[in-house]
């Protein structure tokens, strides 16, 4: 299973930004797939996640802001952010293979990461 973030770079606050994540080397689309990211010094967090019922959670700081999406013929994750803020900078991942509860497990699997940085 492979897995590539692409659309990271560098915004101004307010701006928006597209990541995609090509999923390669497996057809089974019963897994929960989701969006996480890790600014310097911190702990990676939650972003977004959709299972296979199309079920969708966003974490509270990008709520109303962020919108995941999937093209399963495509095997492509998204992630649409808009308005993007100063505290949106961080390394962002997309993983794979997450718990039936869309938490991140061992066995789950994860992108290199594409950076996102948001200047003010």
């Known amino acids: 299973v492979r897995l590539a973030e692409s659309g990271g770079g560098s915004a101004q606050s307010g701006g928006s930004m597209r990541l995609s994540c090509a999923v390669s080397?497996?057809?089974?689309?019963?897994?929960?797939m989701g969006w996480f990211r890790q600014a310097p010094g911190k702990e990676r967090e939650f972003v977004s996640t959709?299972?296979?019922?199309?079920?969708?959670k966003y974490a509270d700081s990008v709520k109303g802001r962020f919108t995941i999406s999937e093209d399963n013929a495509k095997n492509t994750l998204s992630l649409q952010m808009n308005s993007l803020k100063p505290e949106d900078t961080a390394m962002y991942y997309c993983a794979t293979h997450l718990n039936p509860w869309c938490v991140a497990v061992t066995d789950s699997y994860w992108g290199q990461g594409t950076q996102v940085t948001v200047s003010s």
């Open positions: 080397g497996y057809t089974d689309s019963s897994y929960c």
């Open positions: 959709i299972d296979s019922d199309g079920r969708i």
